[in-house]
């Protein structure tokens, strides 16, 4: 863990998943009260990467806050929401699960009483016309509890990520604390690119050609897809990114169950079969998980934590920002 020379501010943070928020909020100085996830297996890979942290296995449907004193007044709520799909945003009725998620946590608002809220999803919440209607209830809501706004969307490829990855943010703060949040700035450094990233990791069994392939593979990584959990094994998303990876002579229909050895075929002119494939741990590179980050699980429950998770630098990125305003006098 980094030694962080910030004053420790709280956090509380709910649909935590395998902890990459909350990782990234850890570095900027934000240390959580309690974490809450609805799956075994997410809870187990926060025990077994932080075990002082609190962790509770439940449904954000069904959490008190009352039951819970030390999340009152934190400074902050911070949530990494399931994706809203667009069809739930069109919908007549907005029941979907996704959506119920969303209301719940700005209804957590009430009990909880933070100084700030952050709330990460798809771009599209943000930017796209069909989405107004559920900006306009969070606006409502967020205004009728006394609370000042911002929604905007930022590239993970911008905060040392390497891969394009668009993420749709939302920031409030409370009506007493200070104003004049400014989001993140992007970096001014080169984005980092799959090779650069993972080339190591590929020479790590004595592959002869990974330092042609990392030479090749020159720009970021497509988005990361976790895929459902009730369906299908670990691949690299839709038919789009397998043909974004393709191009980087990777196998995007699979996860690697190991990196490849000295003996690895490599030959894309075969296609796919001759391509190599990413594994969990390198596509946890590509999200910005730390090296030492664990995941809990076998590897299909592995990699879909790593492709739901936000990644940790924009995690930092955006808590640093978030205390800067939270400071201001």
């Not at 990777?250 to 075969?270: I, K, M, Q, Y």
């Not at 664990?294 to 492709?307: C, L, W």
């Amino acid at each position: 863990m980094k030694e962080s020379r910030f004053e420790r501010l709280s956090c509380l943070a709910v649909c935590a998943g395998a902890g990459g928020l909350a990782l990234g909020l850890e570095e900027a100085g934000f240390d959580p009260v309690l974490l809450l996830d609805n799956r075994a297996v997410a809870c187990e890979t926060l025990r077994l990467n932080r075990p002082q942290w609190n962790v509770l296995e439940t449904d954000l449907l069904d959490f008190d806050p009352a039951d819970h004193q030390a999340t009152y007044d934190v400074d902050l709520l911070a949530a990494g929401l399931p994706r809203v799909k667009a069809s739930a945003a069109v919908a007549r009725e907005n029941s979907t699960e996704e959506i119920r998620i969303l209301d719940a946590t700005i209804m957590l608002m009430h009990g909880v009483q933070p100084r700030a809220l952050l709330i990460e999803n798809v771009p599209d919440l943000v930017s796209k016309p069909a989405y107004e209607p559920i900006r306009a209830r969070v606006t409502a809501e967020l205004e009728h509890l006394g609370y000042r706004h911002h929604w905007f969307v930022l590239n993970a490829m911008d905060h040392g990520v390497p891969q394009d990855r668009k993420q749709g943010i939302l920031v409030a703060f409370k009506g007493d604390c200070p104003d004049g949040f400014v989001p993140p700035a992007p970096d001014t450094d080169p984005s980092i690119t799959v090779g650069e990233a993972l080339g190591a990791s590929m020479a790590a069994r004595g592959w002869p050609s990974a330092a042609a392939w990392a030479a090749q593979a020159d720009k970021v990584a497509p988005t990361l897809v976790g895929g459902s959990w009730n369906r299908g094994g670990a691949d690299l998303g839709p038919t789009g990114s397998k043909r974004s990876w393709a191009r980087m002579r990777v196998n995007g229909g699979t996860v690697a169950d190991e990196l490849p050895g000295p003996d690895f075929p490599w030959d894309p002119s075969l296609g796919t079969k001759g391509m190599v494939a990413l594994t969990v741990d390198q596509a946890a590179r590509l999200q910005g998980f730390p090296e030492d980050w664990s995941f809990a699980g076998r590897k299909t429950a592995r990699y879909r934590q790593v492709g739901h998770a936000s990644p940790p630098p924009v995690g930092r990125s955006l808590g640093l920002a978030i205390r800067a305003a939270l400071a201001r006098p």
